[in-house]
């Protein structure tokens, strides 16, 4: 049975306790602390439960974590609930799931949300897994800049986002540079660009694999091949990623690659 399954059937709250397993039970008005006292919650292996513990934890904590910072400056915009929606979309949910995202969104917005209990248990959940934390501060990352503009306060939450879970301040910044130059080279896709126009593309190529111009072909292939291994769905989903997020990993892989490949091609004129 799927993770998804398991939160249907309330059988996967005997495992997700605390924060987390507090806001997708109101998620879902489910109430996830029955049963729970005797149970040995660390008895579940790495493979079976604790995967699938992983998956939930990261569901909850994405839209959960995407309200807060959609209300971080006081007001939730029409764009950003939009953005929000476009997202849960883009990862093609069911209904219920759908609807118990937007739970969840609207949860993060409430003033007693717990910005740092739940952190701080989505990183002791994940553990070593630091792809599943890249990702999931590149979704926050995506959705704050989706509407062209990162206000200061939301720069400031994500700041500390990034922060609980372990990212220093300069990788933050790697972070959110890589993730603005993958949303203004979007906006160019399928446009014949004038000369100038080309040598932002190239700019925000470099950009989007961390890179700069001076960098080697060996350094710009290293850091391909690195990006590429830290976004491949089959492993993330192996790591904990919701099968159902796999379409945003692979259209992070797909970005990777085209930005590369336009690099090279550049590099050989």
């Known amino acids: 049975?799927?993770?998804?399954?398991?939160?249907?059937?309330?059988?996967?709250?005997?495992?997700?306790?605390?924060?987390?397993?507090?806001?997708?039970?109101?998620?879902?008005?489910?109430?996830?602390?029955?049963?729970?006292?005797?149970?040995?919650?660390?008895?579940?292996?790495?493979?079976?439960?604790?995967?699938?513990r992983i998956q939930a934890a990261f569901f909850t904590a994405t839209f959960s974590v995407m309200g807060r910072v959609a209300?971080?400056?006081?007001?939730?915009?029409?764009?950003?609930?939009?953005?929000?929606?476009?997202?849960?979309?883009?990862?093609q949910l069911n209904e219920?799931?759908?609807?118990?995202?937007?739970?969840?969104?609207?949860?993060?917005?409430?003033?007693?949300?717990?910005?740092q209990s739940v952190l701080e248990q989505f990183r002791h959940e994940c553990g070593r897994r630091t792809d599943l934390l890249r990702i999931f501060m590149e979704i926050q990352l995506s959705t704050a800049l989706a509407d062209n503009?990162?206000?200061?306060e939301e720069q400031k939450l994500l700041l500390s986002v990034a922060e609980l879970l372990g990212f220093k301040r300069r990788h933050f910044e790697e972070l959110l540079a890589m993730m603005t130059a993958q949303r203004r080279y979007a906006q160019f896709g399928g446009k014949h660009p004038s000369e100038k126009t080309e040598k932002q593309i190239i700019e925000q190529a470099y950009q989007i694999l961390g890179m700069t111009s001076d960098c080697s072909d060996a350094e710009l292939k290293k850091a391909y091949r690195r990006l590429i291994s830290q976004h491949h769905p089959d492993k993330l989903v192996s790591k904990g990623l919701p099968e159902e997020m796999m379409k945003i990993a692979t259209e992070k892989t797909r970005e990777i690659k085209d930005a590369y490949e336009q690099i090279k091609n550049y590099r050989t004129k």
Do not use: Y
């Open 1 to 52: 049975m799927s993770w998804w399954g398991k939160v249907i059937g309330s059988t996967l709250g005997f495992v997700l306790v605390g924060p987390l397993g507090a806001l997708l039970g109101g998620a879902l008005g489910h109430s996830f602390d029955k049963g729970l006292k005797g149970l040995d919650t660390t008895s579940f292996s790495v493979g079976g439960a604790d995967q699938e």
């Open 149 to 152: 503009e990162l206000h200061p």
């Open 96 to 115: 219920e799931q759908k609807k118990a995202a937007i739970n969840l969104f609207n949860q993060g917005k409430e003033a007693d949300f717990d910005l």
């Open 71 to 91: 209300k971080s400056d006081g007001i939730v915009s029409a764009i950003e609930i939009q953005v929000a929606r476009q997202t849960m979309d883009k990862m």
